[in-house]
């Protein structure tokens, strides 16, 4: 079983619309979590950490159920340069990361 | 955050050949950590580059296949030896991020090798 879980995608969704990618991660003991954004051809980066008593930023909404084991991220009003691929990403002993393979999104006009 | 670069940006090499790309962070870090990104896949460990102590390999990863150096706190190399075209991937290097405990991430190092 691979130690952090998403749907591939894509997720094909218009301008303006609200979309919602969720993670599963199988280590009960993990310690942080992370969304990152990777877009084509580029490193990942840092969108957001991810709280247990959830935490938003902007038009980014991301949320953590560790009795589920999942994490979600949701964005709102969905905008053209929201196109990319999300990675979702578990941190144990604060020194070894485990990485989603990815959730596709393409906004489209 | 950090500001890290990487050399190579990419190379196409032809198999048997081993290729080093180098890691260079704009200030001092105790961890450094090697990526691989196959195509459509997701990041994986390779090792963890400690300054003054050798690599730590991840499970499937071993030494002579990929030796790494870290010279100082602000460098690191990272060799990819005896290529085959199943070695064809992105490379990046990382770094802690401090108070966030997240990652940076260089801009990668994208490998073909024929």
């Known amino acids: 079983r691979k130690e952090v879980e998403q749907d591939p995608g894509p997720f094909n969704v218009p301008e303006g619309a609200t979309v919602a990618f969720n993670c599963t991660y199988s280590?009960?003991?993990?310690?942080?979590f992370f969304w990152y954004r990777q877009d084509c051809r580029k490193e990942p980066k840092l969108l957001m950490s991810v709280y247990s008593s959830g935490n938003e930023d902007g038009r980014f909404t991301a949320q953590l159920n560790r009795a589920s084991q999942y994490i979600s991220l949701l964005i709102r009003d969905s905008k053209l340069s929201d196109s990319a691929t999300y990675l979702c990403v578990v941190g144990y002993n604060f020194n070894k990361f485990y990485f989603g393979s990815g959730t596709k999104l393409n906004v489209k006009p | 955050s950090a500001v890290i670069s990487q050399k190579p940006s990419r190379d196409i090499c032809q198999r048997g050949t081993s290729l080093t790309i180098q890691c260079q962070v704009d200030s001092q870090v105790t961890m450094m950590f090697w990526y691989r990104q196959q195509p459509g896949q997701s990041l994986t460990l390779i090792a963890t580059?400690?300054?003054?102590?050798?690599?730590?390999?991840e499970s499937g990863f071993v030494i002579d296949k990929f030796p790494i150096s870290r010279p100082n706190l602000t460098f690191s190399t990272l060799t990819v030896s005896n290529m085959s075209p199943e070695d064809s991937s992105i490379y990046l290097c990382?770094?802690?991020?401090?108070?966030?405990?997240?990652?940076?991430f260089g801009p990668g190092t994208r490998l073909t090798v024929l």
């Open positions: 990382s770094v802690p991020g401090g108070s966030t405990d997240t990652q940076y």
């Open positions: 580059a400690n300054q003054g102590s050798e690599a730590t390999y």
């Open positions: 280590n009960s003991a993990s310690q942080s």
